[in-house]
């Protein structure tokens, strides 16, 4: 049973975020497969996939030596200024100042940047885009996980996305454009944000009231946060972007 005040943030946290990844890497790797056929894509992501567990294993147990407060910390900065990219980027994107993803323009401009060129030309896209995105992810889950012991929630958060995506993907042989991919990267922004702060806050000897019940505190100070600055810098309706 999850605990709901450690556990279930950090799966819902590495779940919303992988889904986006995962997401964008999709739409190449369909792209890949649309234009050169499925071996291409498949062998260019099956080789990511590789060198992605090449490198989790290698990386892996070394994060056990690193002494916890230290990790803890590395991992709070890091998260935090992750965290704080990706909700500025969100509420910049709500408030009509960035122009929003969007996942079909992406599989446009895929295909034509890979129409007419060799299979292990698309087969290479393939691999970078599952290698990028499959890092992001790999980062999401440890940096979420590591700080305090949830990695297998985080990790399950991370496979459930991946699964739905390609299961949905595969049967529309289409690109995800419904995702809701702006909304998920706010909240994405709001969970790692809150989760670097208190991390790093701890770290530093910082002891939070409420203990880890905090984190919906510093969860919901940085919506509210994302939100207002969203409004502050909102272009007015037909504004050009």
């Not at 090449?54 to 892996?60: C, D, H, N």
């Not at 056990?64 to 900065?77: D, E």
């Not at 985080?154 to 454009?177: F, K, Y």
Request: with cysteine; net charge neutral; proline share 3%.
């Amino acid at each position: 049973m999850l605990d709901w005040s450690t556990e279930a943030p950090a799966l819902i946290a590495a779940f919303t975020a992988s889904l986006v990844e995962v997401v964008e890497a999709f739409t190449i790797v369909l792209v890949v497969a649309t234009l050169q056929g499925w071996r291409a894509a498949i062998l260019g992501t099956a080789a990511a996939l590789a060198v992605l567990a090449v490198i989790v294993a290698v990386l892996g147990p070394m994060i056990g030596l690193v002494p916890f407060h230290l990790l803890q910390l590395v991992i709070g900065v890091l998260l935090l200024l992750f965290g704080a990219g990706w909700l500025r980027k969100a509420s910049l994107r709500a408030a009509g100042v960035v122009a929003l993803h969007d996942e079909t323009q992406a599989f446009a401009k895929g295909n034509a940047a890979l129409s007419g060129k060799d299979a292990w030309i698309g087969g290479l896209a393939a691999f970078k885009a599952v290698l990028l995105e499959g890092l992001e992810v790999a980062f999401i889950v440890v940096a979420v996980g590591a700080g305090h012991g949830t990695v297998i929630p985080a990790s399950l958060g991370a496979l459930a996305a991946c699964i739905i995506v390609l299961v949905v993907g595969a049967l529309l042989h289409r690109p995800l454009a419904r995702v809701p991919e702006n909304t998920l990267k706010f909240g994405v922004g709001v969970m790692l944000t809150a989760f670097g702060t208190f991390w790093t806050g701890e770290a530093l000897g910082v002891a939070w009231p409420g203990a880890d019940l905090m984190l919906l505190v510093l969860a919901a100070i940085y919506l509210g946060l994302g939100l207002l600055m969203a409004q502050i810098v909102r272009r007015p309706e037909g504004a050009h972007t």
